[in-house]
Structure formats: structure tokens, C-alpha cells
């Protein structure tokens, strides 16, 4: 008997290494495939897209997809976004190890891992009370205790740790929310899909400079809408 659980128990660890192993895999492919072959240069996104393991945030049915380039369903109307978004917004924000950010739209919690990977401090709203929680919990299973989730309305941002380095908004509203240009420090940079919900949307990259706020319109982009509480 004790040695039939010895190979039970050598058969589990072996599983589990070749299961990490394939996983590491996926990732490095999703990197090389989908990020690398399409400009993404940021050697620090690179490397915390490669190590966040994205089937962790996504629903189990989902799994099997988690590391394709598509968004995948999350629940409550919401999604996460595919890999190559994730990456293009983070890219913009040049992000440095002292930053610290803010991002509207917590999700499932895997952009803010990924903001985790590369800053000291992270704080992220989600509107949908029980988003929040799950990605909360999550978050803190995988030991990320840099990341800080909000339950709230994101469109009023988070005055009492602004300003902030930068911001990125995960949801589309019609317009770009004024307390969220106000939290921004200056020389710091927010990225944001704007547009109606029912229609292709506008990521912009907005700049602060001396005071003034620079627009570049980026790309078309598709992103579920910016919800606000009643």
C-alpha cells in the first residue's frame, strides 16, 4: 500500500512539473506570436506577460483558450481582454519600478497582476461587486500584495492616493472622465478606450505635460462599456 501511494504521489509531482512546464510554454509562445511579432518591444511587459499565468484569470471552461489571442467571457457582461491589448496598453505607459497606477475596470484581475509584475504600487476599481472580490481573492492567493482592489464607481478615480504615474481605463466610456485627468501627475500618462458601447471605440494615450494634457488617438478598439453607479 505505501508503495502504491509513493507512486501516486511521484506521478502527481510529475504531472504537475510537466503541466507548469506546458504552461511556461503557452506563455513564451503567446509572447514570441502574438506580442513580439506584432511591436511589442517593452522588455519589462514582455517579461510579466510571460510570467502572469493568464488561465488563473480566466473561467475554467475558458482555460483551454487562455492563452489564444482573443478576449475570452468573464461573467457579468465584463471580459479579459486579449493578450495583445493587454500588453499595447501597458507598453504605452513606459512604466518604471517606482510608479505607481491606477486602472479602472479590475475584471478578472490580470492586467493588474501584470501592472504587479512591473510597479511597487497597483490600485484597481471594480464597480461589479463580485468582480472585485473574486480577482481580490485571487490576487492575493498568487501573493501579489501590491495590488489594492477598490469596489466603487472608477469614474471618480481615487483622489486620496493620486496623483498617479499612470492610469489605464479597461472599459469604454463616452467620454474621458475629468477627476481621472485631474489624478494624473504630471509628465504621467493614461490610457483609455473611448466611444458608445454599441460601436468601434478609440484608445487615445493621453500625456501630461507642464500642466497641459497631449491626445494621440491610437487605434480602433472594441471594449465593454463603462458602467457608473446609479
Same mark, same amino acid.
Given at each position: &500500500?505505501?508503495?502504491?501511494?509513493?507512486?501516486?504521489?511521484?506521478?502527481?509531482?510529475?504531472?504537475?512539473?510537466?503541466? /507548469?512546464?506546458?504552461?511556461?510554454?503557452?506563455?513564451?509562445? &503567446?509572447?514570441?506570436?502574438?506580442?513580439?511579432?506584432?511591436?511589442?518591444?517593452?522588455?519589462?511587459?514582455?517579461?510579466? &506577460?510571460?510570467? %502572469?499565468?493568464?488561465?488563473?484569470?480566466?473561467?475554467?471552461?475558458?482555460?483551454?483558450?487562455?492563452?489564444?489571442?482573443?478576449?475570452?467571457? @468573464?461573467?457579468?457582461?465584463?471580459?479579459?481582454?486579449?493578450?495583445? =491589448?493587454?500588453?499595447? $496598453?501597458?507598453?504605452?505607459?513606459?512604466?518604471?519600478?517606482?510608479?505607481?497606477?491606477?486602472? =479602472?475596470?479590475?475584471?478578472?484581475?490580470?492586467?493588474?497582476?501584470?501592472?504587479?509584475? &512591473? /510597479?511597487?504600487?497597483?490600485?484597481?476599481?471594480?464597480?461589479?461587486?463580485?468582480? *472585485?472580490?473574486?480577482?481580490?481573492?485571487?490576487?492575493?492567493?498568487?501573493?501579489?500584495?501590491? #495590488?489594492? %482592489?477598490? @469596489?466603487?464607481?472608477?469614474?471618480?478615480?481615487?483622489?486620496?492616493?493620486?496623483?498617479?504615474?499612470?492610469?489605464? /481605463?479597461?472599459?469604454?466610456?463616452?467620454?474621458?472622465?475629468?477627476?481621472?485627468?485631474?489624478?494624473?501627475?504630471? *509628465?504621467?500618462? $493614461? %490610457?483609455?478606450?473611448?466611444?458608445?458601447?454599441?460601436? #468601434?471605440?478609440?484608445?487615445?494615450? $493621453?500625456?501630461?505635460?507642464?500642466?497641459?494634457?497631449?491626445?494621440?488617438?491610437?487605434?480602433?478598439?472594441?471594449?465593454?462599456?463603462?458602467?457608473?453607479?446609479?
Amino acid at each position: &500500500m505505501k508503495l502504491l501511494v509513493l507512486i501516486g504521489l511521484i506521478i502527481a509531482v510529475e504531472t504537475h512539473q510537466f503541466l /507548469v512546464q506546458d504552461e511556461q510554454s503557452l506563455r513564451n509562445d &503567446m509572447v514570441r506570436q502574438q506580442l513580439e511579432a506584432r511591436g511589442i518591444n517593452h522588455d519589462a511587459t514582455l517579461d510579466a &506577460m510571460r510570467k %502572469v499565468q493568464r488561465h488563473l484569470f480566466v473561467p475554467p471552461q475558458y482555460r483551454a483558450q487562455a492563452y489564444a489571442d482573443s478576449p475570452l467571457s @468573464i461573467g457579468h457582461g465584463q471580459t479579459i481582454s486579449q493578450p495583445y =491589448i493587454v500588453a499595447y $496598453m501597458t507598453q504605452l505607459l513606459d512604466l518604471k519600478p517606482n510608479h505607481r497606477v491606477l486602472e =479602472i475596470g479590475t475584471g478578472s484581475g490580470y492586467q493588474a497582476a501584470v501592472l504587479a509584475e &512591473m /510597479v511597487n504600487e497597483v490600485y484597481t476599481i471594480e464597480i461589479v461587486k463580485e468582480l *472585485g472580490q473574486q480577482a481580490e481573492k485571487l490576487l492575493d492567493s498568487l501573493g501579489y500584495a501590491n #495590488v489594492t %482592489v477598490i @469596489i466603487g464607481d472608477g469614474y471618480k478615480g481615487l483622489e486620496t492616493k493620486a496623483p498617479f504615474d499612470a492610469i489605464v /481605463v479597461t472599459a469604454a466610456p463616452d467620454e474621458i472622465p475629468p477627476p481621472l485627468i485631474k489624478q494624473l501627475k504630471d *509628465g504621467g500618462k $493614461m %490610457v483609455i478606450p473611448v466611444g458608445p458601447p454599441a460601436a #468601434v471605440q478609440t484608445l487615445i494615450l $493621453m500625456e501630461k505635460q507642464n500642466g497641459k494634457v497631449v491626445e494621440t488617438k491610437l487605434t480602433p478598439v472594441r471594449f465593454v462599456p463603462f458602467t457608473r453607479s446609479q
